[in-house]
Nanobody
Framework: QVHLVESGGGLVQAGGSLRLSCAASGRTDNVFVMGWFRQAPGKEREFVAAMLWGGVSTRYADSVKGRFTISRDSAENTAYLQMNSLKPEDTAMYYC??????????????????WGQGTQVTVSS
């Protein structure tokens, strides 16, 4: 099992930036895909971005393309989500997820055995 811990959330004005971190521990050798999802109050958890842990392939939701960047530091077993040009509609709890193959996380479906506890992002207008 992979243990994930997110950090870096906070309150920011529209147009601002934040960088989220997701530190992985435990069976990190099993990680093939890392992804970010978000969930706003009263809404379902939605896909934000994903990447292949051992390569350079990435995927993004249309709503964040050109504004968000997913990256990793393999040596530190940490994934990042750089969020620029933030909008009030980006306000949500952000979660990272991991999977051992090209599964739901890579496909943008919020179904994983490994989730972090989440970090809150609030964007004021």
């Amino acid at each position: 099992q992979v243990h994930l811990v997110e950090s870096g959330g906070g309150l920011v004005q529209a147009g601002g930036s934040l960088r989220l971190s997701c530190a992985a521990s435990g069976r990190t050798d099993n990680v093939f895909v890392m992804g970010w999802f978000r969930q706003a109050p009263g809404k379902e958890r939605e896909f934000v971005a994903a990447m292949l842990w051992g390569g350079v392939s990435t995927r993004y939701a249309d709503s964040v393309k050109g504004r968000f960047t997913i990256s990793r530091d393999s040596a530190e077993n940490t994934a990042y989500l750089q969020m620029n040009s933030l909008k009030p509609e980006d306000t949500a709890m952000y979660y990272c997820a991991a999977e051992r193959n090209l599964g739901p996380v890579w496909s943008g479906v919020a179904n994983s055995d490994s989730w972090g506890q989440g970090t809150q992002v609030t964007v004021s207008s």
